[in-house]
């Protein structure tokens, strides 16, 4: 099979077929098959602090909590993605096993290598889907959140955070401190001299 995804197209049941057999988890775009690198542990940490929250204001509702394997696939032929933590409440992704197709919340934490992909290409991704009420981008480097909101005619608007500010998310009907994302984050300052 891997000489099969050698091939400079790949098909989606291909992808779909070899992917739980590698050690690496790997998004499908266009044919195209892409390896995922990992994140630093303050990533992982701001990624598990939104976890926390969502996971027991969600518990009894029927919601399903995904971490960073947990594969969104914007259609049942890709794109297939695997966004850092998103929440789906739709029954048609309840019983699903290889990826959820009906998110109604995506949350990415940014790192500098990903960070213009995550605004750019991938949002424009994320955006094909038609469940999708907010789009997170979570700073890894400094107290910031950006949360993109689906309004009432269609139109995605920013609502930036920063210190001290709470933060609303609509789609799940929950509030909380921004802070409380950052809990046990310790940010590097580089020296100048």
């Known amino acids: 099979m ?66 960073s394997d947990g594969k969104i696939g914007v259609t049942d032929n890709g794109p297939f993605l695997y966004p850092d933590v998103s929440v789906t409440c739709d029954r048609r992704d309840q019983g699903a096993l290889k990826f959820a197709r009906h998110p109604q919340l995506i949350a990415e934490v940014l790192s ?7 605004r750019g ?31 009432e005619k269609r139109r995605w608007e920013l609502i930036p955070y920063g210190e001290g500010d709470e933060i609303q998310l609509l789609s799940v009907n929950l509030s909380f401190r921004v802070e409380q994302l950052y809990e046990d984050i310790e940010f590097i300052t580089e020296i100048l001299e």
């Not at 500098?112 to 995550?118: G, K, N, R, V």
């Open 112 to 118: 500098p290598s990903t960070e213009a992909y995550d």
């Open 2 to 67: 891997i000489a099969e995804l050698n091939q400079s197209r790949v098909s989606p049941q291909e992808y779909l077929d070899w992917e739980p057999l590698q050690t690496l988890r790997y998004e499908y775009i266009d044919g195209e098959v892409y390896a995922m690198t990992g994140g630093t542990l303050s990533h992982s940490e701001i990624a598990g602090n939104l976890i926390a929250l969502l996971k027991p204001h969600l518990r009894g509702s029927g919601c399903r909590v995904l971490g």
């Open 121 to 151: 290409g991938k949002f424009a991704l994320y955006r094909r889907l038609e469940s999708l009420k907010e789009y997170i981008l979570i700073s890894s480097e400094s107290i910031s959140v950006d949360v993109f909101r689906l309004n």
